[in-house]
Nanobody, 114 residues
């Protein structure tokens, strides 16, 4: 099975940047599609970004041009670089690994506030 551990969340001012990391263990990382989701209080969980096994990426319209997803298979880690953060980006961010099964991390809080 796969265990996912997110890190890098915190409090940041509007316009600031954060880099989230998701470290995977317990399986072959390169076999998985990876994604970042987020969920704000009172709202549905939404897809933020995806990176496939082959390295193709897709982003939610709300983050295009500001967020970048990347993976380092040698380090078994996927990243989400978040630039130009806005208050509406405030949410718990979750890492997901997908293959035959789906695995979720516990989430990391991102708060964008002045």
């Amino acid at each position: 099975q796969v265990q996912l551990v997110e890190s890098g969340g915190g409090l940041v001012q509007p316009g600031g940047s954060l880099r989230l990391s998701c470290a995977a263990s317990g399986s072959i990382f390169s076999s998985y599609h990876m994604a970042w989701y987020r969920q704000a209080p009172g709202k549905q969980r939404e897809l933020v970004a995806v990176i496939t096994r082959g390295g193709s990426t897709n982003y939610a319209d709300s983050v295009k041009g500001r967020f970048t997803i990347a993976r380092d298979n040698a380090k078994n880690t996927v990243y989400l670089q978040m630039n130009g953060l806005k208050p509406e980006d405030t949410a718990v961010y979750y890492c997901k690994a997908s293959a035959s099964y789906t695995y979720w991390g516990q989430g990391t809080q991102v708060t964008v506030s002045s």
